[in-house]
């Protein structure tokens, strides 16, 4: 009974490695535009249909003006536009100088579109006030840019955090009964 037990560890090794591969997409899809935020337009090219997503990078540490625009992605050829879902979990990286953060997901089909940064506000008001609450300085408009990059939709993200969960359960669960099973069983 134990080795069944112990073997639900590399079970559980093997998921934890699959689902990390999967979360590492979230964080480092190929990067389809990059433009500074003086920009305020741009056009690019989307070769295949799928997930997308909008992220904004800049000095870690910072406030980002992310209260002071909202993107818009419009179809070039039809003129409509294109549907931004606010991130769920707010993906963010960071390499101790410059951060990331994830700000809208949608779905989109090939083609050429344009990116325009219009008025408004990227983030909810409650989010607004906490970053007014921080000390930190601004962002320096020459050092922050705007990033349309390839995706995953939210449904994966979800499904991969409940098999890290699952992962857990198994490493830790097969380890603790499998050394407990003799004790268990023979009561």
């Known amino acids: 009974m134990q080795i069944l037990f112990f073997s639900l560890i590399p079970v559980g090794i093997i998921i934890l490695i699959f689902s990390i591969k999967l979360v590492k997409k979230t964080f480092s899809g190929n990067i389809i535009l990059e433009i500074p935020y003086s920009q305020k337009s741009s056009e690019f090219i989307i070769n295949q249909a799928g997930i997308y997503s909008i992220w904004h990078r800049g000095q870690y540490f910072r ?4 209260g002071e625009f909202r993107p818009e992605i419009i179809n ?3 003129g409509t536009k294109i ?5 769920l979990f707010r993906p963010n990286s960071n390499d101790g100088r410059t951060a990331r953060m994830e700000l809208f997901r949608f779905s989109i089909q090939p083609g050429e579109y344009f990116l325009n940064l219009t008025e408004g506000s990227s983030i909810s008001g409650i989010e607004k006030s906490l970053i007014n609450l921080l000390p930190a300085k601004n962002a320096d408009p020459a050092k922050y840019f705007i990033q349309i990059r390839e995706s995953q939709s939210r449904f994966t993200l979800l499904a991969v ?8 359960f198994c490493i830790i669960g097969g380890a603790v009964i499998g050394i407990l099973a003799n004790q268990i069983f023979n009561s």
């Open 76 to 78: 070039k050829s039809t």
């Open 63 to 66: 406030k980002a003006p992310v």
């Open 161 to 168: 955090i409940i098999f890290i969960v699952l992962s857990g």
């Open 83 to 87: 549907r931004l879902y606010s991130s």
